[in-house]
């Protein structure tokens, strides 16, 4: 069924509402009808089906938990279900409407002006245009405060210098969101600015040679002397708190993501070893395979119920940094150990993207690094337990 597979053991469909269910169905179906025919072609040839765009729009699924400016304002339960569901499919599937809702499109809403918000918001929300988000450099990825890149005020604009590193829809975005640091005057702080495409000295170039997350576009951003009028400054934030904010975001939609890879390799390894025979039975019949799809479930299932705690508790507004941090650490952490034992259930097929596990096995070593590293987000606990700074 619709459920969680069939397997829905402490019968968390009773904790989700028919609208929920209803969004459920349609991602998963927009998933498998329009989604997973194409990825294992965009996975090698290192493509994303930017063309889904306006798709995803149309389906809410863009700036999902967003309200007004064109954006459908639904629960936070909802917009994470979506999450699962896309990234059942791929993480880069995820990573799309992750940077375009949370990283681009959020900072507008929460930060921008009224007239950037009616600029740039309903496009995006329909997926005609196109954001991201420029916050990690070559030499400051954990470290963001480190950032080199300079906003340097010139009249009515600001001269943006720097360069951005891993930067997913760099070169399809209309509008970068790029955190850089002003003087102005004072003491130095970040603030965001809305680079757009085709401004002179701003330059997006592809990364090749990616063996995870292949599915996804990712670049390298570079400003040279780049004329961003002040227009474009997000007014309404300073600090790092800005970006930080958009983390928050982005870091909640992925601890349901991961569970949706996970879910994924659930599903391909309970099939895979209920048809599998060797020694004249199924591989499922065998103890120790039974095993591993036993200790893939368990974690699978808390990982839900972190999911729905943290989602009701972002629905009251009552959501910390540090859950969140707890969320996507543990969600990930165990979607890449499910991934790895689904794999061994697949014997040599495992090792083939003909099976969707080992491209998510690949992916979530990806998710594991990006919106702070699994390192960082224990660094972030830690401190929450002893109330020591350990970076
Ligand atoms: P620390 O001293 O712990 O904190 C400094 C101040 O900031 C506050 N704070 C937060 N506030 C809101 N949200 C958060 N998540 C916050 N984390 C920290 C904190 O309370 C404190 O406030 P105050 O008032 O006490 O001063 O931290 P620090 O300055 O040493 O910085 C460490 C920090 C937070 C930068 C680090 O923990 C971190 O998060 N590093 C990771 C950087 C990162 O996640 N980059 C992600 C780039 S985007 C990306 O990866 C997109 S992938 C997209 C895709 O394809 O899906
Ligand atoms: P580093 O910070 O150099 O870390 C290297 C290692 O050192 C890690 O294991 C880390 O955990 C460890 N480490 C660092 N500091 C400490 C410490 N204090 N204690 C213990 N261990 C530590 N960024 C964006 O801004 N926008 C994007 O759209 C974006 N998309 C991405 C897409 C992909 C596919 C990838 C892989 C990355 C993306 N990123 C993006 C960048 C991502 O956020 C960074 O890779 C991440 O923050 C880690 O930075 P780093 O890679 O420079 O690693």
Redesign the pocket.
Known sequence: GDSLLGTDLFRLDDLLTDEQKLVRRSVRKLVDEEFLPVVQQHFRAGTFPTELAPKLGEMGLLGMNLQGYGCPGTDNVTYGIAMQELERGDSGL???C??QGA?AMYPIWAFGSEEQKERFLPGMAAGKVIGC?G??EPDH?????GMKTRARKDGDHYVLNGTKL?I?NGTTADVAVVWAKTDDGGAESVRGYLVEKGMPGFEAREIHGKVS?RA?LTAELSFHDVRVPAANVLPKVEG??G???C??Q??YG?AWGATGAHLACFEAARDYSLSRIQFGKPIASFQMTQEKLVAIYTELVKAQLVNLRLGQLKDLDQQT?VQ??FAKRNNVRVALEAARLAREILGANGITDDYPVIRHMVNLE??YT????HD?HT??LG?ELTGI?A?
């Open positions: 995820r990573s799309f992750s940077v990283l988000f916050l990690t990825g954990s470290d963001p405060a891993w997913t997350l996804s790092l708190r970006p930080l904010m983390l928050n982005a870091r992925i940094y969140i941090s990806s998710v990006y919106e702070g590293t960082i660094l972030i401190k700074s970076f």
